[in-house]
Nanobody, 124 residues
Framework: QVQLVESGGGLVQAGGSLRLSCAAS????????LGWFRQVPGKEREFVAA????????FYADSVKGRFTISRDNTKNTVYLQMNSLKPEDTAVYYC?????????????????WGQGTQVTVSS
């Protein structure tokens, strides 16, 4: 079972920045496509960003486009989410996930493995 461990969450003021990291235990990390999702209580988990196995392709939800950047370092088995210009509505638990298939990057059920999540709180 692949383990994913997120870190970097916390409390930040609106307009501030955070960088989330997600480290994987899987040595074949480079063959997986990776995604970031977020969830607030009472709502479904929603897509934030995704990156292809090579890092050559990235995808973003409209709500974060231009503010968030996803990247990966296959030598460190880690995926990152740089979040700038944060807004109170970005407050959520953020999860990283990985999958082998190269379609439907924004679809939760297409992902095979998930981390435990890290809380991001943006104060107004």
């Amino acid at each position: 079972q692949v383990q994913l461990v997120e870190s970097g969450g916390g409390l930040v003021q609106a307009g501030g920045s955070l960088r989330l990291s997600c480290a994987a235990s899987e040595r074949t990390f480079g063959i997986y496509n990776l995604g970031w999702f977020r969830q607030v209580p009472g709502k479904e988990r929603e897509f934030v960003a995704a990156i292809t196995r090579s890092g050559g392709g990235t995808f973003y939800a409209d709500s974060v486009k231009g503010r968030f950047t996803i990247s990966r370092d296959n030598t460190k088995n880690t995926v990152y989410l740089q979040m700038n210009s944060l807004k109170p509505e970005d407050t959520a638990v953020y999860y990283c996930a990985m999958k082998l298939s190269s379609t439907s990057y924004d679809t939760t059920r297409r992902y095979d493995n998930w981390g435990q999540g890290t809380q991001v709180t943006v104060s107004s």
